[in-house]
T-cell receptor, first 114, second 114 residues
């Protein structure tokens, strides 16, 4: 399956600042990527579908102006948490699907907003 | 996507076989059943996928009865390192004209004791 690299692994930022998380497909051209958020002891919650060359599709309840997704190339999707607040502290995970193969997940990014 | 129901938690001891059952009463004809494993602060990892009857790989077996309304993940002779959360998901494979979204249920937290 695809080899996925997610960066950074963890980040601490001050309230009100923005943080960018990268998801890279190292060996596969991904037209679609997914972004998830996971709070402690909870399941993964799908945030949005990232589509190469077009706007992302957000799940109901996810603020598109707060969670900016850019999928400018077939190997990179970025999630920017804008004006982060402590309640945005979470574990963010990207996923890359492959036709008739399955889904490969990134290693995740632990965001802590202080 | 079909909703799945799993036990919230299970305990086992090293060396035992563990069976985790998942209910998916509304599974569609085109849906596959996939299990993922997630360790703390990591992204989910694919374990096994099946459509019907039995599938076995180097780490697990998946048993699916004829009506496909449930499935059982079997982990032979577990070790401490198998302590993780296990997710059962059902859905069509990516690229089959569907959205490709994976919606995670609550998962089963398996605790393996020495």
């Amino acid at each position: 399956g695809a080899v996925v690299s997610q960066h950074p692994s963890w980040v601490i930022c001050k309230s009100g600042t923005s943080v960018k998380i990268e998801c890279r497909s190292l060996d596969f051209q991904a037209t679609t990527m997914f972004w998830y958020r996971q709070f402690p002891k909870q399941s993964l919650m799908l945030m949005a579908t990232s589509n190469e060359g077009s706007k992302a599709t957000y799940e109901q309840g996810v603020e598109k102006d707060k969670f900016l997704i850019n999928h400018a190339s077939l190997t990179l999707s970025t999630l920017t948490v804008t004006s982060a607040h402590p309640e945005d502290s979470s574990f963010y995970i990207c996923s890359i699907p492959e036709i008739n193969y399955g889904y490969t997940f990134g290693s995740g990014t632990r965001l802590t907003v202080v | 996507l079909a909703k799945t129901t799993q036990p919230i938690s299970m305990d086992s001891y090293e060396g035992q076989e563990v069976n985790i059952t998942c209910s998916h009463n509304n599974i569609a004809t085109n849906d596959y059943i996939t299990w993922y494993q997630q360790f703390p602060s990591q992204g989910p990892r694919f374990i096994i996928q099946g459509y019907k009857t039995k599938v076995t790989n180097e780490v697990a077996s998946l048993f699916i009865p004829a009506d496909r309304k449930s499935s059982t993940l079997s982990l032979p002779r577990v070790s401490l390192s198998d302590t993780a959360v296990y997710y059962c998901l059902v859905g069509d494979t990516f690229g089959s004209g569907n959205t490709g979204k994976l919606i995670f249920g609550q998962g089963t937290t398996l605790q393996v004791k020495p």
